[in-house]
């Protein structure tokens, strides 16, 4: 006895065998799905898998096979191009997306420029090897001046 498991026609000959398996309990998350080519648009996906350089998402649209994409999540920025787009049911769609770049750690990075420029906000230091004064010895110099 052998088991037969049947997969739906995808767009792109291969499909079915270059999106990675997902188990049930994947873990998902939202994002922001930029077009990069065309009339500017975003698009609110849901990201169900991730592996290596393989993206899978659900959107409420077509997206065109080749388009290149940005996509923007919380603290990071990934930028790819959608490989194959079919429609699951009425209204929403599969993508499967190959990521060629991401930057990760934004927050950081917009800190660690602000530092450097001098733009530092309120009680961050404006140098990232400089210390913050303790308040005793600003107290100290506020009766001085007194």
């Known amino acids: 006895m052998s ?16 999106e990675p398996h997902q188990p049930a309990t994947a873990a998902t998350w939202r994002a922001k799905l930029i077009a990069l080519q065309g009339p500017v648009s975003d698009t609110d996906i849901e990201v169900t898998h991730m592996a290596s350089r393989l993206l899978t998402a659900r959107c409420g649209r077509p997206l065109a096979p080749g388009l290149p994409v940005r996509i923007d999540q919380h603290d990071s920025i990934f930028l790819g191009e959608i490989v194959a787009c079919r429609e699951e049911t009425p209204g929403e769609f599969s993508l499967l997306i190959e990521m060629n770049e991401s930057l990760c750690g934004l927050h950081s990075l917009r800190k ?20 913050i004064p303790r308040l005793g010895a600003q107290q100290g110099q506020l009766r001085r001046e007194l």
């Open 3 to 18: 088991l037969v498991i049947t997969m739906p026609a995808a767009d792109m000959q291969g499909m079915e065998a270059r």
């Open 112 to 131: 660690l420029v602000s530092a450097l420029l001098g733009e530092a906000r309120a009680g961050e230091p404006v140098h990232p090897l400089e210390r």
